[in-house]
């Protein structure tokens, strides 16, 4: 993975949890492009990195969000 995709990855991450809820299949389908198997693994890695903050919420929601796509592909 190179770096300007991993960047963007993580923007895709930044955007979701900034978004009002609902949003979130809008925004997904709209970078379509992004969603692979190294997406959804930054995804779980971000998503320790918020746990380890004491973010846990915010992780879970990640989370739900990560098999919400791994069961609608």
């Not at 925004?27 to 692979?36: C, G, H, K, P, V």
């Not at 995804?43 to 746990?51: K, Q, R």
Request: hydrophobic share 40%; glycine share 4%; net charge negative.
């Amino acid at each position: 993975m190179n770096e300007q995709r991993a960047q963007a990855y993580v923007n895709l991450i930044e955007q979701l949890l900034a978004c009002a809820d609902g949003e979130e299949p809008n925004i997904l389908q709209a970078n379509q492009e992004l969603i692979d198997p190294e997406f959804l693994q930054v995804m779980e890695n971000y998503a320790t990195g918020l746990e380890q903050q004491g973010h846990n919420n915010p992780a879970a929601w990640l989370r739900d969000i990560k098999y919400r796509i791994l069961l609608s592909t």
